[in-house]
């Protein structure tokens, strides 16, 4: 099926609006425009086209005279699409592994006291840790715990035979099928090189076979790199907890020096977080003409930093270049990932500098200021500086004035902590709300923006519906980011949206209807709180068992297919939005689908339009629960609680409202 090449409504966020007419105007393009100006390629975007031998590149689209075409090695469409698909997710995980790696790099340094500015900042974490890795922490010195896991994490990415050691942490009944299928991941490097070889000509050429054993290598990322990522990023930084900050463009400031860090690795930026604020910097801003420096971030890097420290975040993927058409933008510091090429062009256009930091990411037209932990603080400062030295270039400027309250840090750990505290803290109180039906269920809706469709839109469609119904949500990646902007990340939220036993649930623990759990590598967040909720009780004893679903209503990155095959391989019902990449072959959607559903319990499915994934969760959401004889869903049934009360009370004065609950007046100043 032929797709648009952009949607009549390029986005719902009104601070891009704003920037795209300013682009606009100034004859700038954007990532709106060229995707209106440059459709798709039908051939590749169905899983068509095999460009992986110099006999092609075949285009396998069947006609009339040829409905079931062959490539000139004759291989199949099943073949070919499921050769690109496992190639995606081969690296997507090398591209979440690959970041989990570098966390590794910086404990070890740690460890070796051979790192700069970084420091064990969660001992807690370290020893839970320390448990899953099986290293003993008993009268040791956190920095040696720290050096052994850091041995034993490399050791996972390079394992050559056996199993990673995380997936350990996954349902027992869970692991049995990985076991009987022959899918537990060996080491993570081990396993992207395999999907490299296998797809290689004249290799694999079984499309069942090559999606199996691409689950093994999503399952290396969602269990392996990213998971790691996730637990390392927490001890070096921190494990998050509720705070409250901003998001959408209008973060940037028009009196400060703006730095906007972009891309995925909390390593380096959260050295610029620790230095931004030193007097001799502040001083220096001043002395250029600005009050101060302002930081804020796009994308995970963002969400990195907004999570643990509350840094602000100008938005998501799509807000990336329209940050730097503000003109407002001093630096946009860059590491990997999620980077468009158009923001060196862009910035010339303007007075940003573009500082590329990664050994592993250059861009032409970019400042290269590269990273190295041993001295992470130094050039922290020095990219501080120069985006100081920048200010006296600014021009013109049109900061959108839009921006939203949220509150992210929802760790697993917290989950577990909100309901019930310190001592008595566990999922209890979660499975006991879905056994009920206060809830109905849960979905983790995640993943990118993509111009192919209106930006933000089905994020907030399909969320509000999720809320409506009592099912409660979380997010990562720029999917949060999203709703973060129309003010679903906050308590109030709950008032708004939610269904009556949602809101009573929110109420409850004063928690917002939509949990932000983290940047992309934190999906592996939603996998513990899954496993957690299959071994608490009362919904059955794997995460195929639970009423939940996953989706990413507007993916592009091919990180978004590997996150969804280790989804479906752990057991979940996952839906990707836009469009069907493997679309060619109605072999390997069914086997993505039907045939993954029979063997793991978990599938993927490709359904453009946000309503029908809406109805197909729902659906299975209640079979779930059927199948865990559960009470039927039924909304008329919760939401008496008494406090539904309070919104009548909050749209009275406060002295009014606290005359009605406590029967005093406020005491006056
Ligand atoms: Ni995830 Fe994060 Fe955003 Fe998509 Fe890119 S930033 S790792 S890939 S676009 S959600």
Known sequence: MAREAAPKVQTIDPAAIEMIKRAEELGYSTVFSRAAKMPACPIGAEGACCQICNMG????????SNPDPVGVCGATRATVAARNMARHIAAGTAAHS??????IFTLQAVAEGASQGYELRDLAKLNTVAGYFGVKTDGKKPEQIAGEIAALAIGDMARQKGTLTY????PKKRQEIWAQLGI?????????VDTLHRTHMGDDQDADHLMLGSLRTALADGWGGSMMATDLSDILFGTPSPLVTKVNLGVLKSDEVNIVIHGHEPTLS???VRVVNEPELIELAKSKGAKGVALCGVCCTANETLMRQGVPSAGNDLNQELAIITGAVEAMVVDVQCIMQSLSDLSTKFHTKLITTSPKVMISGATHMEFDEHHALDIARQIVRVAIENYPNRKQTEIPTHLSDLVPGFSHEYIRYMMGGVLRGSFRPLNDAVMTGRLRG??????CNNPRVTHDQAH??????FLKNDVLVVQTGCGALANAKYGLLVGEAAMEYAGPGLREVCEAIGIPPVLHMGSCVDNTRILTVLTEMASEGGLGDDISDIPGVGIAPEWMSEKALAIGAYFAASGVYVLFGVNSPVENSDEVTKIMSEGWEKIVGGKMEFVPDPMEIVRRSLAHIDAKRAALKLPAYDPAKFGKSGDWRMRELLKQPLEERVNALYGMPVAAE
């Open 57 to 64: 590149p075949c285009r396998l689209v069947p006609t009339k």
């Open 98 to 103: 690959d970041h989990g790696r570098d966390l």
């Open 167 to 170: 997936t350990k942490r996954a």
């Open 184 to 192: 537990l991941p060996r080491g993570v490097d081990r396993e992207v």
């Open 270 to 272: 959260e050295m610029i």
């Open 442 to 447: 849960v979905a983790g809706v995640v993943g």
């Open 460 to 465: 907030f469609d399909i969320v509000k519906e």
